[in-house]
């Protein structure tokens, strides 16, 4: 299985980003997906999941509102629109197949102005 985010960057606050996960080696439209971050100095924490066939999300209430999970099953990518950043938001973020040991090797978003 492999997983690779791209999309990150540095943003002002009140910025937009969207990152993306390219999924390959495993049948992606069967599984959970989720994103985690991780800010310096802390534990890595859940941003959201979306179920298999895309109809179902749910989020960190830290985002609730400002982020939003989507995916393509036909592409095996997961997505996450980011709106409204905050510093607080500034971490690598990963994407992972939920509740396994597979994960992406993270991409870094700062917002800073």
């Known amino acids: 299985v492999r997983l690779v985010e791209s999309g990150g960057g540095l943003v002002q606050p009140g910025g937009s980003l969207r990152l993306s996960c390219s999924a390959s080696?495993?049948?992606?439209?069967?599984?959970?997906m989720s994103w985690y971050r991780q800010a310096p100095g802390k534990e890595r924490e859940l941003v959201g999941n979306?179920?298999?066939?895309?109809?179902?999300?749910n989020y960190a209430d830290s985002v609730k509102g400002r982020f939003t999970i989507s995916r393509d099953n036909a592409k095996s990518t997961l997505y996450l629109q980011m709106n409204n950043l905050k510093p607080e938001d500034t971490a690598v973020y990963y994407c992972?197949?939920?509740?396994?040991?597979?994960w992406g090797q993270g991409t870094q978003v700062t917002v800073s102005s």
């Open positions: 979306i179920n298999a066939p895309g109809t179902g999300t």
């Open positions: 992972r197949r939920a509740l396994s040991r597979d």
């Open positions: 080696g495993l049948t992606f439209k069967n599984y959970v």
